[in-house]
């Protein structure tokens, strides 16, 4: 098995080849397998032994929800929300219920500003109750779309209607925050956290990650504008070659004097998610009973195998089809 630190190393080897194939989403391909793949390590010695045999499992299909973005009706409001849709201190005010929320604003208007706390919050039951059932197939597959779910939570830019900077003079910032900067620099980040801790109040512990995500809006926006101001159009970005394609990026030097701006902030939120996504898989545990994980079937079955490699043809083969919210 990989530690943690070589296995960062070896996806930002693989990163470049693969990202021409999607555009990013969230924390990309790279951050959101590296997220449920540290957050592994923090589960108590009951659950490690389980995630740990299937640690590959976890992180390829961190994932598979936004592969499903585009192809799947209702998918994509579930990985954000407009939090400054809704006022002046919305997050603290908006209903923590969903079906407060619904008969307050209406399903739809939900659907179209996202739902990514609800959603947690509902992916929480369902991995509770798969625990209960002891049902392998279940507890590995909503593990792996929970931790996705919730580092979703924990990106800035998942939190305003401005998602892009589209509104700003700044589209590709999104990239640029989630996918760029840990890409070319997270092999010095300190990504390691404590034990995972039982969340007494889950819905808070989700509506906590998306206010602190929703408080580091302005400065993400701000200090990429602050720091663009210091380089010309040609230094803010260059071209490199990423398998046989030659793309439009932002330049090593931009990216890096960004990076410094925020003053380890990309660092920090990433931390939190591994973290917080590690604390859902315990307490979905703690709350299911705390099933004894070695008497369960180690491994998804065949079945589940052949149901996720029909999945992936079918979602590869599937038009893309138009869909409210965060459209990179």
Same mark, same amino acid.
């Given at each position: 098995?990989?530690?943690?630190?070589?296995?960062?190393?070896?996806?930002?080897?693989?990163?470049?080849?693969?990202?021409?194939?999607? +555009?990013?989403?969230?924390? @990309?391909?790279?951050?959101? %397998? !590296?997220?449920?793949? #540290?957050?592994?390590?923090?589960?108590?010695?009951?659950?490690?032994?389980?995630?740990?045999?299937?640690?590959?499992?976890?992180?390829?299909?961190?994932?598979?929800?936004?592969?499903?973005?585009?192809?799947?009706?209702?998918?994509?409001?579930?990985?954000?929300?407009?939090?400054?849709?809704?006022?002046?201190?919305?997050?603290?005010?908006?209903?923590?219920?969903?079906?407060?929320?619904?008969?307050?604003?209406?399903?739809?208007?939900?659907?179209?500003?996202?739902?990514?706390?609800?959603?947690?919050?509902?992916?929480?039951?369902?991995?509770?109750?798969?625990?209960?059932?002891?049902?392998?197939?279940?507890?590995?597959?909503?593990?792996?779309?929970?931790?996705?779910?919730?580092?979703?939570?924990?990106?800035?830019?998942?939190?305003?209607?401005?998602?892009?900077?589209?509104?700003?003079? +700044?589209?590709?910032?999104? @990239?640029?925050?989630?996918? %760029? !900067?840990?890409?070319? #620099?997270?092999?010095?980040?300190?990504?390691?956290?404590?034990?995972?801790?039982?969340?007494?109040?889950?819905?808070?512990?989700?509506?906590?990650?998306?206010?602190?995500?929703?408080?580091?809006?302005?400065?993400?926006?701000?200090?990429?504008?602050?720091?663009?101001?210091?380089?010309?159009?040609?230094?803010?970005?260059?071209?490199?070659?990423?398998?046989?394609?030659?793309?439009?990026?932002?330049?090593?030097?931009?990216?890096?004097?960004?990076?410094?701006?925020?003053?380890?902030?990309?660092?920090?939120?990433?931390?939190?998610?591994?973290?917080?996504?590690?604390?859902?898989?315990?307490?979905?545990?703690?709350?299911?009973?705390?099933?004894?994980?070695?008497?369960?079937?180690?491994?998804?079955?065949?079945?589940?195998?052949?149901?996720?490699?029909?999945?992936?043809?079918?979602?590869?083969?599937?038009?893309?089809?138009?869909?409210?919210?965060?459209?990179?």
């Amino acid at each position: 098995m990989l530690p943690v630190r070589k296995y960062v190393l070896l996806l930002l080897f693989s990163v470049p080849l693969l990202f021409i194939a999607r +555009q990013a989403q969230a924390w @990309g391909f790279f951050g959101h %397998r !590296l997220l449920n793949r #540290l957050a592994v390590y923090t589960l108590p010695p009951a659950m490690i032994g389980f995630y740990k045999a299937n640690i590959e499992y976890l992180t390829v299909n961190a994932t598979r929800p936004d592969s499903r973005r585009t192809v799947v009706p209702g998918e994509a409001p579930k990985h954000f929300l407009d939090v400054d849709r809704y006022g002046d201190s919305a997050a603290y005010k908006l209903p923590r219920k969903y079906a407060d929320a619904v008969a307050r604003y209406g399903e739809d208007s939900l659907l179209r500003h996202g739902i990514v706390p609800w959603n947690v919050v509902s992916m929480k039951n369902q991995l509770t109750a798969a625990f209960k059932a002891k049902d392998t197939n279940r507890i590995l597959s909503l593990s792996a779309d929970l931790g996705h779910y919730v580092a979703d939570a924990c990106v800035p830019l998942h939190t305003t209607r401005n998602y892009n900077g589209q509104l700003s003079g +700044q589209r590709g910032i999104h @990239g640029l925050w989630e996918s %760029r !900067l840990p890409e070319l #620099l997270s092999t010095d980040y300190d990504l390691f956290t404590g034990k995972a801790q039982y969340i007494e109040r889950p819905s808070d512990a989700i509506w906590a990650a998306v206010i602190r995500s929703h408080a580091a809006v302005d400065s993400v926006l701000r200090f990429e504008k602050e720091v663009t101001t210091q380089f010309p159009e040609d230094q803010k970005f260059g071209y490199e070659q990423r398998g046989s394609q030659t793309v439009r990026a932002y330049s090593r030097e931009f990216s890096k004097a960004y990076h410094t701006k925020l003053n380890g902030q990309v660092e920090r939120q990433m931390r939190y998610a591994a973290a917080l996504i590690g604390d859902f898989w315990f307490t979905c545990w703690v709350d299911g009973g705390s099933p004894d994980l070695r008497q369960l079937q180690s491994r998804p079955s065949d079945k589940e195998q052949q149901r996720l490699a029909s999945e992936a043809k079918e979602t590869a083969g599937t038009p893309v089809v138009s869909a409210p919210g965060h459209d990179e």
